[in-house]
């Protein structure tokens, strides 16, 4: 694979912030000690959760958000049996649902976001289901008017939409309502105008919350700036409560980088903040990047906080900026909210010299070059069968313990090329592998971050077989 244009190498990179064996043990030890208070042994203080007002109700939002994005799911056989491989159709396993929801209740989260489209459709019910179990009062539900396929551009479609989400949620009234998606696609704005403008939908929507049936109208923002300036130009006849945007320390100055399409989240956070528009914020982890972080970055992370776990230096830095309602997290397991608690309970927000610190780690990111997947399944099913997020969780885990090598003649050249292909075969099944693609397409237009999916796919192959081939 050609890695010419990196500012530099993986192996320079990794010689640079290099690991010796003490400093393997540093980071084996802070990982054990971590590990030690995430497994659900220890438990979180209640009363103690750091909440933000919502200016226009008064009322108090956990900062910690719980995204119903992805759900714990039912483990079969064959999924076990393929090791961390996903089962993208086994059912959501409700009980487990159940116990996060109380348990992030118990411990005061009371803002939980899902949408039409989650979970291949399932999320809205399952959440309905766990939810419905509380007192209404508790919690607040955030939930989208997605519709991105053309069938649901009518006026019909989008109003059935949106009654079937009160139906399936089991509420007369929705929190949070966004507009779900806005500039996304190749034409921005033409979607807007499809979707919510000449249709008569945000009319509905607006309509909607006069009733007091949508108590705060708001949108969720995906890459075309126009779209966004366009309607905060437009605050002043919407009034729109709150907005969606991808915030964390990488995307606050590097969005753009990623992806010349995307915006940095510094400007759309200080346009809000300067029109007073609360601020909730998605992809906090950058879909689990800022959690599995290359091995150097991790050794500098735990020498500054030794006690500080990767996702909990993401939270502070949100929970920094005094805009910031809440930070949506996709908790499916119970140390991952365990975790997260402790981060909120309460909130310790950052020094200016921890951003700054932070904002050198995302410097150092950039230069390993990740493909920017957040794992949002935006892209699945691909009708041909391939794990598209798997596929590039591993060759990001790869770059990240440096397992990704330039030449046969690199000094760890064997190792990484095992590390590489028995990891590939253990977490993604073969018929499921990159190449398999057959470069139809159909995924691209529906990835946020903008990856030329078919192109990843081809070069992520003929790595592999070079490496089978032992002849990089």
């Known amino acids: 694979m050609d890695n010419n244009s990196k500012n530099i190498s993986r192996r320079e990179f990794f010689k640079k912030f290099g690991l010796g064996v003490a400093a393997t043990s540093v980071i084996a030890s802070a990982c054990s000690d971590n590990a030690k208070q995430t497994d659900g042994g220890e438990d979180i203080p209640k009363g103690k959760m750091t909440y933000r007002e919502n200016p226009k109700t008064k009322e108090k939002v956990s900062l910690l958000g719980y995204g119903m994005m992805r759900l714990p799911i039912v483990q079969s056989e064959n999924s076990k049996n393929a090791g961390s491989a996903r089962d993208t159709d086994a059912p959501i396993d409700q009980e487990a649902v159940n116990r996060l929801v109380d348990y992030a209740i118990e411990h005061g989260v009371n803002y939980f976001d899902t949408s039409p489209a989650y979970c291949k459709g399932k999320s ?3 959440t309905g289901i766990a939810l419905s179990r509380h007192k209404r009062n508790e919690y607040f539900i955030a939930t989208k008017l997605s519709n991105f396929a053309p069938q649901t551009w009518s006026y019909e479609a989008s109003v059935e939409m949106f009654n079937n989400s009160l139906k399936e949620l089991q509420v007369d009234y929705i929190d949070y309502l966004l ?4 500039g996304m696609g190749e034409d921005g704005m033409q979607a807007l105008h499809q979707r919510y403008l000449d249709n008569g939908v945000l009319d509905f929507l607006l309509q909607q919350r006069e009733k007091g049936i949508i108590r705060n109208l708001g949108f969720s923002y995906h890459g075309d700036i126009k779209v966004f300036d366009y309607l905060l130009s437009q605050h002043g006849k919407y009034h729109w409560d709150f907005v969606q945007i991808q915030m964390n320390y990488v995307d606050w100055q590097y969005a753009k980088e ?6 940095n989240a510094e400007y759309l956070y200080n346009q809000l903040a300067a029109l007073d528009i609360p601020v909730v914020v998605m992809e906090p982890l950058l879909g689990g990047r800022l959690v599995k972080m290359a091995d150097p970055l991790v050794k500098q992370m735990k020498q500054r906080e030794p006690e500080m776990s990767m996702a909990s230096w993401a ?10 309602l809440t930070s949506l997290s996709g908790m499916t397991e119970m140390q991952h909210l365990k975790d997260n608690l402790r981060t909120h309970c309460p909130l310790k927000p950052l020094t200016e010299q921890d951003k700054e610190f932070l904002f050198s780690i995302a410097k150092q990111m950039m230069e390993l070059n990740n493909i920017p997947c957040n794992e949002c399944q935006y892209c699945m099913p691909c009708p041909y069968g391939l794990d598209i997020p798997a596929i590039f969780t591993h060759y990001n885990k ?3 313990e440096g397992n990704i090598s330039q030449s046969v003649n690199d000094s760890n050249y064997k190792k990484a090329r095992k590390a590489f292909l028995v990891g590939y075969d253990r977490s993604v099944p073969k018929l499921r592998q990159a190449n398999m693609c057959t470069g139809c397409n159909e995924c691209s237009p529906h990835c946020p971050q903008r990856i030329a999916i078919p192109t990843e796919m081809q070069k992520i192959d003929a790595y592999t077989e070079k490496l089978k081939r032992n002849i990089l």
């Not at 939270?315 to 910031?324: A, C, E, I, N, Q």
């Open 124 to 126: 809205e019910h399952s």
């Open 179 to 182: 507009l779900h998606g806005v």
């Open 258 to 263: 990623i992806n010349a399409r995307n915006t």
């Open 315 to 324: 939270f502070r830095f949100l929970g920094s900026y005094p805009k910031v």
């Open 398 to 400: 790869c770059i990240n």
